[in-house]
């Protein structure tokens, strides 16, 4: 019932268990009853307490009534009363949660909900695993400690940083761990791949920090020559130096208990590494021509996207130092790894080139489509740069494919053929019967208790799972003992 109730692109999956969403209330609005009554019985599953109606007004007066923790909303097609209730549910009830419904067809509507408030978007026809993952994502995030929730609204409002934006888990474990890193003042080593954002990551430890009202001296250590990277960051006297014609002191000292980002680190000379680590034992440098040494009370945020323990194997980075910064250390996920925020992403640019531009640029379908696909090797910053250059090449406010880079453009024109070469040769051969999720499901418990040799503990942690769920599964399915079941 559930299958045909909300079609699958594919049903081939493992399913992934959660915990019961206890105490968690849902509304479901959709006018299809159909899919409200699937999605509503997919929730309650989860252990979600649901509400379902199919009318927008309803809707509006249940959530005056008791407001939902999540509110799951289909975006009627060629019309906005979907997106101005988004947009009231989030003035008046800032934590709900949003996730809006799309058709497939009109995907492009997913930007226009993130941009009322929706954390989260589902393009019809969606499966039942897509379903429970966004709902699991959203109750993640409802649920995440106060200190977390209060990053993430401190990152709303800090426009001024840039903003970090992304609701994936990827990006909401990123921000429980910020969270508690800014508080300290152990050295942090920002580690990922060039333009997921390594020295936002840094400014927004700086700014969520106790000494968020000192400075954040920003040093490139692949750009400046080792001299002036010495004197950059130790300072020096006057005399030192041809031109030195007064003392300065170095960023470290500059800092006066700020943050100095040492970005591409990687790339630090080996004789400065040795002095940056005196430095860092220390706490007092000697600024360059100078025979005294001055006290530091910085904190070092250092970042890069080399492999730094590699580089300590071949002898290009001093191990010492290595251990030195890498107390805490964040690795940020690459933008293909959480495809899922693309949309988000879209919209904040959008919305910022839209205010500059005074126009109100959206995305085609085709366009968010084909950004969705595309796997982003620079990142969030290659994201950024091919929508600024799609407006900067738009004839009107919507965006299409021949506004994108040339690369994007080929990867829609391919998935244009092959969509058109399946229109041609017709439906596919009908695959075999697949087993249900409930058949599923029972394979992937007992598979993981055999492989594990009937230890239920940790199959129960292989799955993801809790213990009781596991025993009240087993109980389900009748399973008494499952090494011996057939």
Known sequence: MLETAVPSRTMEFIPQLAEP????????????????????????????????????????S??????????LLNLPSGSSQGLDLIAEVKLLYPQTAVIAMTSSASVGAAVEAMRCGASDYLAKPFAMDELSTVLERASTALTTGAEARQLRELLRLSQGLGAMIGRSPEMEKLYRILSKVAQSSHP???????????????????????????PFLPVD???????????????????AFTGASRN??????????????????????????????????????RPVGASHRVPIRARIVAATNRDLAAM?????????????????????????????????????????????????????????????RHDWPGNVRELENAIERACALSSGPVLHLGDLPTQLQQQGLEARRAAARAEETGPETPAPQLATLADLERQAILGAIRSLNGDKLRAARLLGIGKTTLYRKLKEYGIADPMREE
Do not use: W
């Not at 249940?62 to 509110?71: E, H, K, S, T, V």
């Open 21 to 60: 969403a206890v105490h968690l209330r849902l509304l479901v609005v959709d006018a299809d009853a159909a899919i409200r009554s699937a999605c509503a019985e997919i929730a309650t599953s989860l252990g979600y307490a649901v509400e379902s109606t199919g009318d927008l007004q309803q809707a509006r």
């Open 221 to 239: 250590c692949g750009s400046l020559v080792p001299t002036l990277i010495e004197s950059e960051l130790f300072g020096y006297v006057k005399g």
């Open 62 to 71: 249940q959530m005056r009534g008791r407001a939902a923790d999540i509110l």
């Open 312 to 372: 300590v194997e071949k002898g290009a980075f001093r191990k010492d130092l290595f251990y030195r910064l890498n107390v805490v250390n964040l690795r940020l996920p690459a933008l293909r790894d959480r495809r899922e925020d693309i949309p988000l992403l879209a919209a904040h640019f959008l919305d910022r080139i839209s205010r500059e531009h005074g126009v109100k640029f959206t995305l085609s379908d085709e366009v968010l489509r084909t950004m969705m």
């Open 188 to 214: 942090v080593l920002v580690l990922g791949e060039s333009g997921t954002g390594k020295e936002l990551v840094a400014r927004t430890i700086h700014a969520y920090g106790p000494n968020a009202q000192k």
């Open 248 to 285: 300065k002191d170095g960023l470290l000292v500059s800092a006066e208990g700020g943050t100095v980002f040492l970005d591409e680190i990687g790339e630090l000379p080996l004789d400065l590494q040795a002095k940056l680590l005196r430095a860092l034992q220390e706490k007092e440098v």
